[in-house]
């Protein structure tokens, strides 16, 4: 079946604009995870939601990233004024379910490569 | 001090050496453990979880240590295709991965 879709792949931004990255999860998994990933690391944690509920946002690293998952299914991660060190891959990965205690397989996505200028 | 550690290489090997890595882990991030594999300009995949039992995958084995809160991954037989990074990654409590930074792997013939 399809895996986890993210689009764009590759986004250009000017230092100052906001940009839009979408994420289309596995159908029926209930957790979605956000990481960001710089050259030469691992992908570090941004947000998770379980359905529509953001339980964790604790790797945001300031309020120009927001994200959402208004219905549950799909969501998006908004960086407003993007600056030189947003640049990053954003991968996005899902689960059937996460609880306490408790690991899921988190698949992956391919990611948004995203540049700012 | 990060919570998952592990030595970025680059590790370069001849093909059919036997290869290891290893990493170590903090308090928070010791919940469940796993290997990533990850091609350049690829995504993170799952290559195996690690159980304190130790866990073999055909050529590849991982053990975790709890009271020395180390992880490691042995590749034994070394092919052209296991070149890559490979992701130490431990969970926190709520189920986010905490990865390393990776460990690169050339395999050369």
């Known amino acids: 079946g399809a895996g986890v879709s993210q689009s764009p792949r590759y986004k250009v931004a000017k230092r100052g604009q906001d940009v839009a990255l979408r994420c289309d999860p596995i159908s029926g998994h209930v957790s979605l995870f956000w990481y960001q990933q710089a050259l030469g690391q691992g992908p570090e944690f941004l947000t998770y939601?379980?359905?529509?509920?953001?339980?964790?946002k604790s790797g945001l690293p300031s309020d120009r990233f927001f994200a959402e998952r208004p219905e549950g299914s799909v969501s998006t991660l908004k960086i407003q004024r993007t600056q030189q060190e947003d640049s990053a891959v954003y991968l996005c990965?899902?689960?059937?379910?996460?609880?306490?205690?408790?690991?899921?397989?988190?698949?992956f996505g391919p990611g948004t490569r995203l540049l700012v200028l | 001090r990060k919570e998952v550690e592990q030595d970025p290489g680059p590790f370069n090997v001849p093909e059919g050496a036997t290869v290891a890595f290893n990493c170590t882990y903090s308090n928070s991030a010791s919940q469940s453990f796993f290997w990533y594999r990850q091609d350049c300009r690829k995504e993170p995949k799952l290559l195996m979880s690690v159980y304190s039992s130790g866990n073999e995958d055909g050529r590849f084995t991982a053990q975790l240590n709890r009271a020395s809160q180390y992880i490691s991954l042995l590749i034994r037989d070394s092919k052209l295709s296991d070149s890559a990074t490979y992701l130490c990654?431990?969970?926190?409590?709520?189920?986010?991965?905490?990865f390393g930074q990776g460990t690169t792997l050339q395999v050369k013939p």
């Open positions: 990965a899902s689960s059937f379910f996460s609880r306490k205690g408790y690991q899921e397989t988190q698949y």
């Open positions: 939601f379980q359905n529509e509920a953001q339980l964790d």
């Open positions: 990654v431990g969970t926190s409590n709520t189920g986010k991965l905490i």
